[in-house]
């Protein structure tokens, strides 16, 4: 057996081996984050959290990307021969590469659920906002066969948001609804305002959502879909509720979802007092 081989034997041997490695050290260390934040309150929760996306990170990604590069160099190895010896070995490295992209999606799912968010709000009009997300998703959304359409009033609907956060919330939940239906279907993103706050809805007209399950979907690794990572809607929940937001779900069998982000309406500025109006005059 050629060097080549029994380098590639045991590539086929040991990557699986790390991943399977790397899996458990991720998922031990969000069960042990878990039980922290069960224990912790309120801003020590946010700073243990933080800690240990970044523990996590480093034992990751680190033998994560030792892994990706040899298989990258192994794959290049085996296209210089073409029978269907290497041929076959070249379909496993693809599989074992697919794989280690998942955990490396996996872990940037949690880094962005886990890892600690600074705001930075500006004042915006959230049908702005929602136009620029919805052209963004359009592409995406034809190849799924998905009517997208938006709904916005005439006048501005103004919120003091971190635009990049809530664009990904948003996203989240656009992508959590386009998985839902696998077969098409429509979805509407809905901006309008009442009293108390301004709202965004995604709106889908996908399988719905079981009474079983309707309870579940915001906890952390929970998901329905075959190869979802469960953190896209907690990570959505999480940024609504930095912003001071709710966000609520209403879903009905065999005839759609219907998420709703609710966000504090603008403080009005206060009016400046007399003394200073006079002064200004003078």
Excluded at 6 to 12: D, K, M, Q, S, Y
Excluded at 173 to 188: K, Y
Excluded at 196 to 206: H, K, M, N, P, S
């Amino acid at each position: 057996m050629t060097s080549l081989l029994c380098i590639l034997l045991g590539a086929l041997a040991s990557a699986p081996l790390w991943m399977a490695v790397t899996f458990w050290i991720s998922r031990r260390v969000w069960r042990n984050a878990r039980r922290m934040a069960a224990r912790a309150k309120g801003h020590d929760n946010l700073v243990e959290l933080a800690h240990l996306a970044g523990g996590l990170a480093h034992e990751i990604k680190n033998p994560l990307s030792t892994i990706n590069m040899n298989l990258k160099l192994l794959s290049e190895d085996l296209g210089r021969y073409h029978d269907e010896e290497h041929a076959r070995f070249q379909r496993r490295i693809g599989a074992i590469q697919q794989e280690s992209q998942r955990l490396r999606e996996i872990l940037d799912d949690f880094l962005h659920y886990a890892g600690k968010h600074e705001l930075h709000p500006q004042r915006v009009d959230l049908r702005q906002v929602v136009t620029e997300l919805a052209d963004f998703f359009a592409a995406q959304a034809s190849v799924a066969h998905i009517v997208l359409r938006t709904s916005a009033p005439e006048h501005p609907v103004l919120a003091d948001i971190d635009i990049n956060l809530i664009k990904q919330a948003l996203l989240n939940l656009m992508l959590n609804a386009a998985q839902a239906m696998t077969h098409g279907g429509e979805l509407l993103i809905r901006v309008g305002a009442d009293r108390a706050r301004a709202v965004i809805e995604v709106i889908d007209t996908g399988p719905g959502i079981g009474p079983e399950d309707i309870d579940r979907i915001f906890q952390v690794y929970y998901s329905t879909k075959k190869g979802g990572s469960g953190l896209g809607l907690p990570t959505a929940r999480r940024i609504v509720h930095e912003h001071g937001g709710t966000l609520q779900v209403q879903s009905e069998l065999g005839k759609g979802t219907r998420f709703v982000i609710g966000l504090p309406l603008p403080t009005p500025a206060p009016a400046p007092a007399i003394g200073a109006r006079e002064g200004k005059r003078a």
